[in-house]
């Protein structure tokens, strides 16, 4: 059995599980945010969660009373030829894993509406994003054109929507844990970033659900 998951059974017996809450909108999370006991950590995902996002989990709730996971398949972040409709949405399996860590405490799943209310934006005019300059001519950014803009857009929302203390990345992504950090200096978000170090599967490949 993989390190990780050995350890999170162990974990299991050990402890009673926390109840999960699953919230689908903002003013949800809002008033459950009101309510939080001591510092939030957040591990913002896209689901289809492996243990790559366990180890963060356990990070976060190492570090704070209360341990929030965002699920959603942000298509900001897809180009138009890329796998937006068929990326992975396992909801059902994704709480369950979280559960069985115990060490969750609610999972933030809007659907697309919620993010990105339709007339919203006046048919795409003013539709606001966080862009960085540059970004699109190095690395992943000049594979994927426009997809550090659609993820940093996405933090940028989940931050002011959950308001964690800190947020919690892996290290396989440095390029996208370089940008996040960059939007938070920047632009003075309050939340400290957590870089997690990668998963590997057996053949040394780091875990990823994309
Ligand atoms: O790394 C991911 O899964 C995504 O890019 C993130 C940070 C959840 C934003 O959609």
């Known amino acids: 059995m993989h390190r990780l998951l050995r350890h999170t059974a162990r974990r299991v017996a050990q402890q009673q599980c926390r109840t999960i809450t699953v919230l689908r909108t903002a003013d949800d999370v809002r008033a459950w945010r009101g309510d939080a006991r ?44 890329e796998d937006f409709g068929t990326y992975p949405r396992t909801l059902d399996a994704d709480v369950a894993a979280l559960h069985a860590t115990g060490g969750v405490d609610f999972v933030f799943a809007p659907d697309g509406e ?27 950014g000049a594979r994927r054109p426009g997809f550090f803009r659609g993820v940093a857009t996405v933090v940028a929302k989940l ?18 844990c370089v940008v ?15 870089v997690g170090p ?13």
């Open 180 to 194: 996040i950090q960059r939007l938070i200096d920047d632009l003075n978000f309050d939340p400290s970033l957590v």
């Open 159 to 176: 931050l002011n929507i959950v308001r964690p203390d800190a947020l919690y990345l892996g290290q396989k992504d440095g390029l996208q």
């Open 114 to 140: 919620e993010m990105y209310p339709k007339g919203s934006d006046h048919g795409g005019l003013l539709r606001p994003y966080i862009d960085l300059e540059g970004v699109d001519g190095v690395g992943e």
């Open 198 to 210: 990668p998963v590997r599967e057996a053949d040394g490949l780091a875990m990823s659900s994309r």
């Open 38 to 81: 001591g510092t939030v950590g957040l591990v913002p995902t896209m689901g289809a969660l492996h243990d790559g996002h366990l180890s963060l989990v356990e990070l976060a709730r190492r570090d704070h009373a209360t341990v929030a996971v965002s699920i959603f398949v942000n298509p900001r972040q897809f180009a138009a030829h």
